[in-house]
C-alpha cells in the first residue's frame, strides 16, 4: 500500500496542454503498481490562490507547476524546501496533513544530470547563457555545488544583477562582448538556458563563433530537449566538445517530484529507463530533432 493509492496527482498551468509531466510521472506510478491517476489542469493567471483553497478539498495529494504558478505558490506555501525558498520559485507541491510544501526541482535536476555525466562542477569555471527561472535554479545550484566561477551571459544584465548577491562566485555580464568571450576562454562547462533553439521558437542563436573560444575540453549542455539535439548542440559537437541535452535535467524532475509525493526513495536507474521508454518516442517525433 502506498500513500498514493486511490489519490491524484497533477500538473496544473496555462498553457498546460504541451506539459510532458504526465507521460512521464503515470509511466513511474504505472510501473511501480500505484494506483494513481496524474491528470493536467488549465488554471491561470491570477487564480492559483482560488485553485489551491479547493484543491485541498479533493482528492488531490499534490501537483506541479509551471507558467504561470511558479512565483505565486512560493507565498502560498506553509513550508518551502531550501532550494524553493532559494530561487523563490515551486513547481512541485504535496498536500499532506493540510498542510501545503514547496520544492524546486530544477537545480536538483540539473546537478544530477550531470553527476550521471560524470560532470562534478566543483572547482569548475562554468558559463551560462541566459538569466530566466531555469538560469537562476542552475545556477545557484552551482554555486552551491563550490563551482570556481560561475559567468552569467546575459542581454539584460540589470535584471539579472540579484544573481551576483548570492555569492562571489558568480558574475553577471552583457551576452556578446569582450567580457563574455574572455569567460569563455576558460570555461570547462557551457550552459544554455535560453530558449534558443527550442522546438517552436522563432529566434536562434545569430551565430556560433563564440563556441569557437571555448577550450576544446569544455562540455556543452543545452536544458531545451526538444529538439533533442539544437543547433548549438550540432554546432559544438561538430567543433569536438562532448553535449548533453535537457533531457536528464527533466528525467531527474520528474523522479525527484514523485519522490516528494510518495515520501519514498526511487530507484533513480530503473525510473529512468521506465521513463526513456515513454518518453523517446514521443520526443523523437519532434520535426526539429536531428537525424
Ligand atoms: P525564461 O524565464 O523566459 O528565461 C529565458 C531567458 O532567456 C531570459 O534570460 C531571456 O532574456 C533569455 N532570452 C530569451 N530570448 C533571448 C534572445 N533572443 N537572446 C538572448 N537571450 C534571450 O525561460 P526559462 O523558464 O528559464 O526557460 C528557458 C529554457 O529552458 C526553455 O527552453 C525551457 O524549456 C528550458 N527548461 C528546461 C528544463 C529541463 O528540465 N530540461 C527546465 C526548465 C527550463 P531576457 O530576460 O532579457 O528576456
Known amino acids: 500500500m502506498n500513500i498514493l493509492d486511490g489519490k491524484e ?22 510501473s511501480l503498481g500505484i494506483r494513481c491517476r496524474y491528470g493536467r489542469i488549465r488554471v491561470p493567471s491570477g487564480e492559483t490562490a482560488a485553485w489551491l483553497v479547493q484543491a485541498e478539498h479533493g482528492p488531490l495529494a499534490g501537483f506541479n507547476a509551471t507558467m504561470p504558478h511558479k512565483a505565486d505558490l512560493v507565498r502560498l506555501m506553509d513550508d518551502l524546501s531550501e532550494d524553493a525558498h532559494m530561487y523563490r520559485s515551486v513547481n512541485t507541491v504535496v498536500l499532506r496533513d493540510g498542510r501545503r510544501k ?21 572547482g569548475m569555471n562554468i558559463a551560462v547563457l541566459g538569466a530566466g527561472g531555469a538560469a537562476r535554479s542552475v545556477v545557484l545550484k552551482l554555486a552551491a555545488c563550490s563551482a570556481d566561477r560561475i559567468s552569467v551571459l546575459c542581454r539584460t544584465p540589470a535584471k539579472a544583477a540579484e544573481m551576483a548577491q548570492f555569492s562571489r562566485r558568480i558574475r553577471v555580464l552583457r551576452m556578446g562582448g569582450a567580457p563574455m568571450m574572455e569567460a569563455l576562454a576558460d570555461a570547462d562547462l557551457l550552459v544554455n538556458c535560453t ?97
Do not use: W
Open 9 to 30: 496527482l497533477a500538473i496544473i498551468g496555462d498553457p498546460v496542454g504541451h506539459s510532458l509531466s504526465p507521460l512521464i510521472q503515470q509511466a513511474m506510478l504505472d
Open 102 to 122: 514547496g520544492y524546486n526541482t530544477d537545480g536538483e535536476g540539473f546537478a544530477r544530470s550531470l553527476r550521471d555525466a560524470g560532470i562534478l562542477p566543483g
Open 195 to 291: 530558449p534558443l533553439g527550442m522546438e517552436g521558437m522563432e529566434t536562434q542563436f545569430a551565430g556560433f563563433d563564440f563556441l569557437g573560444r571555448l577550450p576544446v575540453h569544455a562540455c556543452v549542455y543545452d536544458v531545451i530537449y526538444r529538439p533533442l539535439k539544437t543547433r548549438l548542440l550540432e554546432e559544438a559537437e561538430r567543433r569536438g566538445h562532448a553535449v548533453m541535452n535537457g533531457l536528464g535535467m527533466l528525467i531527474h524532475q520528474g523522479i525527484l517530484a514523485l519522490e516528494y509525493f510518495s515520501g519514498q526513495a526511487l530507484d533513480a536507474a530503473a525510473m529512468k529507463d521506465v521513463i526513456l521508454r515513454r518518453l523517446l518516442p514521443v520526443l523523437e517525433q519532434s520535426h526539429c530533432a536531428a537525424p
